[in-house]
């Protein structure tokens, strides 16, 4: 994701920040954070509200996808994967590291993540 990306869309749909931010329900200082590149990590919530408004989806944000991060299909794929992960808490830390990642390797990361869940239930 990168605020650029953010910004031209933005511009497209000739809204400004301040139009963006209450329309999204997203705090105008966390979206000029985003927009700035002060905050490179925004949550999905706040995102989701923001592709919502611009009536883009999530990967829209994305400049570049054929940088190896796998095909628009296969992100739109994991992006949907990615949504209902979301969901469950014990996950919240896969989405820091997720974003270039494919399929595979999240689910992977999922299967790790759910043993030691388990493991770490079965001893309380």
Do not use: W
Not at 93 to 115: C, G, H, Q
């Amino acid at each position: 994701m990168t605020a650029q990306r953010i910004k031209d869309i933005m511009k497209q749909k000739k809204m400004g920040n301040k139009a963006l931010a209450e329309s999204s329900g997203v705090p105008l200082g966390t979206l000029n954070k985003i927009l700035y590149g002060e905050t490179t990590n925004p949550s999905l919530d706040t995102m989701r509200a923001i592709a919502s408004v611009l009536e883009c989806s999530l990967d829209e944000f994305i400049d570049d996808l054929s940088d190896g991060a796998g095909t628009a299909g296969e992100r739109d794929d994991l992006t949907e994967y990615l949504d209902e992960l979301h969901k469950r808490p014990e996950l919240k830390t896969l989405f820091s590291v997720a974003k270039n990642a494919s399929r595979e390797d999240v689910e992977k990361a999922v299967k790790i993540i759910e043993m030691f869940s388990n493991n770490n239930s079965d001893d309380i």
